[in-house]
T-cell receptor
Framework: QQQVKQSPQSLIVQKGGISIINCAYE??????FPWYQQFPGKGPALLIA?????SEKKEGRFTISFNKSAKQFSLHIMDSQPGDSATYFC??????????FGAGTTVTVRA | DAGVTQSPTHLIKTRGQQVTLRCSPK?????VSWYQQALGQGPQFIFQ???????QRGNFPDRFSGHQFPNYSSELNVNALLLGDSALYLC???????????FGEGSRLTVL
């Protein structure tokens, strides 16, 4: 069964807008929550990751918000740019390497 | 510094055949994990190799097998191919199991 549920399936945002992608998990043993960015024809690349001892982590225009009690985490992309158009995957694991991925969100940034 | 390299990039097989996919990890990495990504889906963990042994395995049948060589490179073998095995097969490497996974660009397998 899918251990990480991701929404929405796709979203369109105007240049300069904010993209928000949400994920929910069930396994309380998960202790590592990365986000990956994938362009067509490429493998996923790590964007940003968080562990449950913090509620928020920011790297440049990308922010992860983490709610341990709700078992949810989200990715915010601020000031979205056309180059951000890609598929984004959330993931979770309890041993860093056996990642359970969400189904992905295709983000389209309109100029 | 070469990243994770995979071969072949694309291949077409027919049902019942066998396929071998290859992966060279990023320089300095000693652990290789394999993932299957069906079209429009997130990657699913197949197995991981460290010190030439399979350490962890996902929910995949025994038709999927692998190997790691002393130089840390790895192979994924799939026997008795089914139409449902059509997917992008991703290799990811890391230093032991403590850090970021670096993914290759994948091998696109089509089973007819």
């Amino acid at each position: 069964q899918q251990q990480v549920k991701q929404s929405p399936q796709s979203l369109i945002v105007q240049k300069g807008g904010i993209s928000i992608i949400n994920c929910a998990y069930e396994n309380t043993a998960f202790d590592y929550f990365p986000w990956y960015q994938q362009f067509p024809g490429k493998g996923p690349a790590l964007l940003i990751a968080i562990r449950p001892d913090v509620s928020e982590k920011k790297e440049g225009r990308f922010t992860i918000s983490f709610n341990k009690s709700a078992k949810q985490f989200s990715l915010h992309i601020m000031d979205s740019q056309p180059g951000d158009s890609a598929t984004y995957f959330c993931a979770a694991s309890f041993d860093d390497y056996k990642l359970s991925f969400g189904a992905g969100t295709t983000v389209t940034v309109r100029a | 510094d070469a990243g994770v390299t995979q071969s072949p990039t694309h291949l077409i097989k027919t049902r019942g055949q066998q396929v071998t996919l290859r992966c060279s990890p990023k320089s300095g990495h000693d652990t290789v994990s394999w993932y299957q990504q069906a079209l429009g889906q997130g990657p699913q963990f197949i197995f991981q190799y460290y010190e030439e042994e399979e350490r962890q395995r996902g929910n995949f049948p025994d038709r999927f097998s692998g190997h790691q060589f002393p130089n840390y490179s790895s192979e994924l073998n799939v026997n008795a191919l089914l139409l449902g095995d059509s997917a992008l097969y991703l290799c990811a490497s890391s230093f032991q199991h403590t850090g970021e996974l670096f993914f290759g660009e994948g091998s696109r397998l089509t089973v007819l």
